[in-house]
């Protein structure tokens, strides 16, 4: 009985909506990795996050977004520039890798 009710947590967590940004993610702009608007940015360092959820596949891609706009803010970052984003078999759940570059440019 107890390993139902904590799989039905899980199971309910896995379906919650939009991903949660701390308020400095939240602020954190998003550019392609051509865009001429980073070329006088600082470079801060690569950030990835892959995330595999029962979702659909948009959403999926905006939690691992989200997530690597948290790292980004940890490294006291206010841009990124997505490099690549990959999609992976996992079974039922959709699963998808962002890969991007944190920058300072402001």
């Known amino acids: ?26 602020k954190i702009q998003v550019y392609k990795q051509d865009s001429t608007l980073i070329a006088k940015c600082e470079n801060l360092g690569p950030v990835s996050a892959t995330v595999s959820k029962m979702m659909a596949a948009d959403e999926v891609v905006d939690y691992a977004k989200a ?4 790292q980004a803010a940890q490294k006291g970052a206010d841009s990124i520039a997505i490099t690549n984003i990959e999609s992976g078999d996992n079974g039922v759940m959709n699963k998808f890798t962002v890969q991007a570059v944190a920058l300072k440019c402001y």
């Open 1 to 26: 009985m107890k390993k139902l009710i904590i799989l039905g947590i899980v199971m309910m967590t896995g379906c919650a909506g939009s991903p949660v940004l701390s308020d400095k993610a939240s």
């Open 67 to 70: 997530e690597v706009k948290e």
